[in-house]
């Protein structure tokens, strides 16, 4: 079974551009989350789809946002970057929320720089 | 963002030495993953506890759910090179919100093996 796409892998921006990223999850998971990792902040949890609707976010700010289309793949979204915004980007999938086994899946990540 | 409390934050290990390494938290977690990841990858999930007092093995990997529910132990046993990398543990709280779960990541063990 295929693991966690993303895509693309490296991406570079300046500042003030938008930037979209995508995840295509494992098979039959459902479930699509999104992090940040940074040196100095760690993994960060933006937020969580399932069934096409945002189910949990964590504390960033609306120039972050996401969607999750009908076949579960999702894309993740950054207006107005900042340089603050160059991080790794990762995306996990899990089968659903809820369900047992509650493991979560990463994918390679995006490395964004913002320039 | 939350993050667990993961010790020690870096160790140096000779080829053949057992690492242990640790996750506490002051919230309760139904719960614990660890993951290692190296660098430019993303996590790759090693083990995944699910009851309190759960001792779980992955071949030289050991880990257990702690009795108290609010921390976690991985332990490596006779260590090789390829060990290398960041370990992450991460807790899922028991009481989502809303159906809806989040997983809480530790800060990270780097581990380096000298040859």
């Known amino acids: 079974k295929a693991g966690v796409t993303q895509t693309p892998r490296y991406l570079i921006k300046t500042r003030g551009q938008q930037v979209t990223l995508s995840c295509s999850p494992i098979?039959?998971?459902?479930?699509v989350s999104w992090y940040q990792q940074t040196p100095g902040q760690g993994l960060q949890f933006l937020f969580e789809?399932?069934?096409?609707?945002?189910?949990n976010k964590g504390n960033f700010p609306g120039r972050f946002s996401g969607r999750q289309f009908s076949n579960s793949r999702s894309e993740m979204n950054v207006s107005t970057l900042e340089l603050g915004d160059s991080a790794l980007y990762l995306c996990a999938s899990r089968p659903r929320v809820g369900s047992v086994p509650y493991e979560q899946y990463f994918g390679p990540g995006t490395r964004l720089t913002v320039t | 963002g939350q993050q667990l409390n993961q010790s020690p934050q870096s160790m140096f290990i000779q080829e053949g030495e057992d690492v242990s390494m640790n996750c506490t938290s002051s919230?309760?977690?139904?719960?614990w993953l660890w993951y290692k990841q190296d660098p430019g990858e993303g996590p790759v999930l090693l083990i995944a506890?699910?009851?309190?007092?759960e001792l779980t093995s992955n071949g030289r990997l050991t880990a257990q759910f702690g009795i108290t529910r609010k921390d976690s132990f991985l332990n490596i046993s006779a260590s090789i090179p390829s060990d290398v990398g960041i370990y992450f543990c991460a807790g899922q709280p028991i009481q989502p919100t809303s159906g809806t779960y989040k997983y809480i990541f530790g800060t990270g063990t780097r581990l380096k093996v000298l040859a």
């Open positions: 506890l699910y009851k309190a007092g």
């Open positions: 789809y399932f069934s096409e609707t945002q189910r």
């Open positions: 919230s309760i977690f139904n719960t």
């Open positions: 098979s039959g998971h459902r479930s």
